[in-house]
């Protein structure tokens, strides 16, 4: 008997140290970066809410933090009408990890055009990583975390 409890115990660390995403959740993710990837880039600050739990969290690349969806999107709007105004982002995954069976690390690439200093000079394409933790909630694939790490600093000069 204790053999077999022995067994089944090393199965089960196997099973949950070996978790895999189903392709349905590795498309249903990728569609999600996609798009919020889109929302963040046209202004859609609904949209943009939709994709994330009510208990979000992020560290800009600008590295102001903000929990909760609605201070989430109230820093996204600040910053849209600031720094980001008139950007557009592109996030080309890099990997997604599978936690456990409905909880993903996705990392990405971000790439930002369009930033402009406040003389209107052209700043360049900005880089860095952008790291967003994802839930499945009740079969939707939503953004609980994000953590933006820029190359180089994004600051905004006042």
């Not at 990997?95 to 406040?118: C, Q, W």
């Amino acid at each position: 008997m204790f053999k077999v409890f022995v067994l089944m115990a090393v199965m089960c660390v196997a099973v949950q140290a070996d978790v895999a995403g189903t392709p349905a959740d590795e498309r249903a993710i990728r569609d999600l970066v996609r798009a919020r990837e889109s929302a963040w880039s046209t202004d859609d600050a609904d949209r943009y809410r939709d994709l994330m739990t009510e208990s979000v969290d992020i560290i800009s690349a600008t590295g102001k933090s903000a929990s909760g969806r609605d201070a989430v999107i109230a820093l996204y709007s600040e910053q849209r009408h600031g720094i980001y105004k008139g950007a557009i982002t592109a996030t080309p995954i890099e990997s997604i990890r599978f936690l456990r069976a409905d909880v993903a690390l996705v990392n990405t690439i971000f790439h930002l055009t369009g930033l402009r200093a406040p003389d209107g000079t052209p700043m360049g394409e900005r880089k860095g990583r952008l790291l967003l933790i994802v839930v499945n909630e009740h079969g939707r694939w939503l953004i609980a975390a994000m953590r933006g790490i820029p190359e180089a600093p994004i600051v905004s000069q006042k």
